[in-house]
C-alpha cells in the first residue's frame, strides 16, 4: 500500500512539474512570438497574457490583441483570443476567437462578428510536426464595414488535410451556407432584380500539390502552389446552378495554365452580373448573349451553358471570349 500511495505521489509530482514547465514555455514562446513581430515595425500588442488549465490542459489566453501595419493601414483587433491544447497531445490545438473582431484595411474598417468562430490545428507528433489537418468553421457570422457593407453567411467551414502517401498534397473543403451578399452589391449586379438575396449553398472540393510541405520550417521552405485539381464546386443561387472541375498548374513561365469546365443552368439571369461586374462590356452583351446561346443548344438544353475556362501561353478565356493575362502562380522555371 506503501509502494502503491509512493508512485501515486511521484506521479502526481512529476506530471505537476510537467506542467508548470509547459506552461512557463509556453508563456514565455508567446511573449517572445510578440516582441519578435513587432520587431521589424509593426504594431503587435496585448494587455495580458495567462495559461490556465492545470492538470490535463494548456489554455492559452491573450487579451487586448492588436496588430497593425502602419506602411499598409492593415491591421487586427480582438478583446481576446485562446488557444487550448490537451496536455498529453500537444500538437492538437484548439483556437478561439471572440464574437467580435476588427480588421482594418486601407480606408476602412470591417466589424466581425460571429457565433462559434473557431479552428482546429493537428500535426502528426514527428520533429518537422507537418500539417495533418485544419479546419475553420463559425455558426453565424457577418462583416460589416466603415464603408456602409455588410456581407453575412448563416455557416462556414473551411479545411486543409495532407493526403496520405502523396508528399506536399492537401485536401481543401470549404461549405458555405446562407451567404447574403450585400444589398447594394445586388442592386450592382441586377439593377433589375432577379437575384435572390441568398446564396443558399456554396462547396468546394480540390487538391492542391505546393512545392513544399506545410510544416514548423514553412517560413523558411515558402511552399507556393505547384497544382490544383478542382474535383468539385457547385454553387446554388435562386435558380442559378453552377458547377465545375478541372485543373491549372504554372507553365514554365509561371503563368496558370490548364482548363476548368463550368456548367450553368439557367445561365441568362448571369448575363447581367457578367456586364454589372465589367466582365462584359455593355455594348457587346447582346452579341456575346447570342454566342452563349449557340453554345449552349450544344448541351442539348438551351438553359444549361457548357463552357471551359482556358489558361493557355499566359492568357485566360472563358469559352470564346478573351479575359486577359493569366494569374502567376509561381515564378518563371525556363
Do not use: C
Request: glycine share 8%; aromatic share 6%.
Amino acid at each position: 500500500m506503501r509502494k502503491l500511495l509512493f508512485l501515486l505521489v511521484t506521479l502526481t509530482v512529476l506530471w505537476s512539474g510537467y506542467w508548470f514547465v509547459g506552461s512557463s514555455v509556453i508563456r514565455s514562446a508567446a511573449a517572445n512570438w510578440f516582441a519578435a513581430q513587432a520587431a521589424p515595425g509593426l504594431t503587435a500588442e496585448h494587455s495580458s497574457l495567462a495559461v490556465a488549465g492545470f492538470p490535463n490542459r494548456f489554455d492559452l489566453t491573450v487579451e487586448g490583441v492588436r496588430f497593425a501595419d502602419p506602411a499598409s493601414g492593415i491591421g487586427w483587433e480582438a478583446p481576446f483570443a485562446q488557444i487550448f491544447a490537451m496536455t498529453w497531445k500537444p500538437w492538437h490545438i484548439i483556437a478561439a476567437l471572440p464574437p467580435s473582431q476588427v480588421v482594418s484595411l486601407p480606408g476602412q474598417e470591417v466589424t466581425i462578428t460571429s457565433e462559434g468562430l473557431r479552428a482546429s490545428v493537428r500535426a502528426r507528433p514527428v520533429g518537422s510536426l507537418p500539417l495533418a489537418m485544419a479546419i475553420v468553421e463559425s455558426g453565424p457570422l457577418a462583416a460589416t464595414s466603415s464603408l456602409g457593407w455588410t456581407h453575412a453567411a448563416e455557416t462556414a467551414v473551411l479545411s486543409l488535410g495532407e493526403v496520405n502517401g502523396t508528399p506536399n498534397t492537401y485536401d481543401v473543403a470549404a461549405d458555405i451556407a446562407g451567404l447574403a451578399p450585400d444589398a447594394a452589391l445586388l442592386l450592382l449586379l441586377a439593377p433589375e432584380g432577379g437575384l435572390p438575396p441568398m446564396i443558399s449553398e456554396i462547396r468546394l472540393r480540390a487538391n492542391a500539390t505546393l512545392t513544399a510541405p506545410l510544416d514548423r520550417h514553412a517560413g523558411d521552405t515558402n511552399p507556393r502552389l505547384a497544382a490544383v485539381k478542382l474535383t468539385e464546386m457547385a454553387v446554388t443561387w435562386g435558380e442559378i446552378a453552377l458547377t465545375a472541375e478541372g485543373g491549372i498548374a504554372p507553365d514554365d513561365k509561371g503563368f496558370a495554365a490548364g482548363r476548368i469546365n463550368f456548367t450553368v443552368t439557367n445561365w441568362r439571369t448571369v448575363m447581367p452580373i457578367l456586364v454589372a461586374s465589367g466582365t462584359v462590356r455593355p455594348q457587346l452583351a447582346r452579341t456575346v448573349e447570342t454566342m452563349l446561346e449557340g453554345l449552349a443548344k450544344q448541351s442539348g438544353d438551351p438553359e444549361v451553358l457548357k463552357i471551359p475556362l482556358t489558361m493557355q501561353d499566359g492568357w485566360m478565356s472563358l469559352g470564346p471570349l478573351p479575359l486577359g493575362p493569366a494569374p502567376v502562380l509561381m515564378p518563371p522555371t525556363g
